[in-house]
């Protein structure tokens, strides 16, 4: 007998049952990332994976034998060029992709294995699947998809920051350049009539203060000559869903640095129990950038929700220069690509070229650094 024939792989286009069980799932133990929760999840497929070309795929698997929960994966089927790819629920918003692991989830790569050929059984027709950005644990689980052959160091790695009980005892740890410069900015900015922090829970007056974050990361992205892809359909809907959905429950946080009627900063996140992970920011320029906005917002916010029990801020992904002053670790992700189809060979052997030439670079840091310097960075919070 195949081994994918103990797995039962159930692939539904609705997201209503599929989510129900998974809120079953989660109540028993299965460890679910943040950006795989209920909340995120609703506002994903109720807009981006809404839009034309994407076709939702929420596959459960449990063992045939006696129906015990298994592995979950929100994904979708969607279009890039000619290829038909499966991917996960992303289109370039979710940091991290994880699926929900259930408690008796097998961990040998031969079982995961079997699972991923159940699957591709159950899935509809497609040329590639391609799982960016997952972490190697989900919790306190290993991630099984790292057995998965085509499984590879990704180029982008996540930033989290872990504080133990007392904040000011980690905020003394950290250089003291940057320290005394945020002591200072506070300073400036606190002598701006009606200057303060605040943190948003209402739905009515969280919308100004998004218009806001967005224009002010618009303009910090144009201002760099890039390309400013929240503006593309279904993207403005995604994150006002978001706060429609999560704000009240504390799911989603929005705070913001306010100047009289004038939002200098805000910073939007999702927090779960003791973790809480940094989505977007957008700060202003100008006169403002003597105070640095962007740092303040997110020193006010890790010491407002440090107060309320969190003690892991994950800055998520990109390698901008105002995380390293809050000394985040490096949490490596990796990305699986496998090609399903004939048509989905050359991409499957393009990410493996890739993946050798980074590794390559890596072992030549001097030249690393200097083609980082290069570049020029999006989004930095000043």
């Known amino acids: 007998m195949n081994r994918a024939d103990d797995y039962r792989v159930t692939v539904e286009r609705e997201l209503a049952p599929a989510l129900a069980r998974w809120r079953e799932w989660e109540r028993d133990g299965a460890a679910v990332g943040l950006f795989q929760r209920e909340h995120w999840l609703r506002a994903w497929y109720a807009t981006l994976g809404?839009?034309?070309?994407?076709?939702?795929?929420?596959?459960?698997?449990?063992?045939?034998?006696?129906?015990?929960?298994?592995?979950?994966?929100?994904?979708?089927?969607?279009?890039?060029?000619?290829?038909?790819c499966i991917a996960f629920a992303d289109a370039g918003v979710s940091?991290?992709?994880?699926?929900?692991?259930?408690?008796?989830?097998?961990?040998?790569?031969?079982?995961?294995?079997?699972m991923f050929a159940a699957l591709r059984r159950a899935l509809p027709r497609a040329?590639?699947?391609?799982?960016?950005?997952?972490?190697?644990?989900?919790?306190?689980?290993?991630?099984?998809l790292l057995q998965l052959p085509g499984t590879r160091a990704s180029a982008l790695f996540g930033n989290p920051v872990t504080i133990g009980e007392d904040f000011d005892a980690w905020r003394f740890s950290?250089?003291?350049?940057?320290?005394?410069?945020?002591?200072?900015?506070?300073?400036?900015?606190?002598?701006?009539?009606?200057?303060?922090?605040e943190r948003i829970e209402d739905a009515a007056r969280a919308l100004p203060v998004m218009d806001a974050l967005e224009t002010l990361q618009r303009e910090a992205i144009q201002g760099k000559g890039w390309a400013y892809l929240l503006d593309e359909p279904g993207y403005r809907e995604f994150y006002r869903e978001l706060v429609a959905r999560g704000l009240a429950g504390g799911e989603t946080v929005l705070t913001a640095l306010r100047a009289g009627d004038e939002i200098v900063a805000a910073l939007l996140g999702l927090r779960r129990g003791d973790e809480y992970a940094m989505i977007r920011i957008g700060n202003a320029a100008g006169p403002w950038r003597n105070c640095s906005p962007g740092r303040l917002v997110i020193e006010r916010t890790m010491a407002a929700l440090h107060a309320q029990g969190v003690r892991r801020f994950d800055f998520t992904i990109g390698d901008y220069a105002y995380k390293r002053g809050f000394q985040p670790e490096r949490e490596d992700l990796f990305d699986s690509t496998v090609a399903l189809s004939w048509k989905g060979r050359p991409h499957s052997l393009r990410a493996g070229l890739r993946h050798r030439a980074r590794a390559w670079l890596a072992d030549r840091p001097e030249l690393k650094r200097r083609l980082s310097a290069l570049r020029s960075r999006p989004g930095d919070a000043h």
């Open 50 to 84: 809404a839009q034309a070309g994407r076709e939702p795929l929420l596959a459960s698997i449990e063992r045939r034998r006696d129906g015990r929960a298994l592995l979950a994966l929100p994904l979708v089927r969607e279009r890039r060029g000619g290829l038909y």
């Open 95 to 114: 940091d991290y992709a994880a699926p929900i692991c259930a408690p008796d989830c097998p961990a040998d790569p031969a079982a995961v294995r079997a």
């Open 174 to 197: 950290r250089e003291k350049t940057h320290r005394k410069e945020l002591e200072r900015s506070w300073r400036v900015f606190s002598r701006h009539p009606q200057a303060g922090f």
């Open 127 to 144: 040329d590639l699947w391609s799982l960016e950005k997952m972490p190697a644990r989900i919790g306190r689980r290993d991630n099984p």
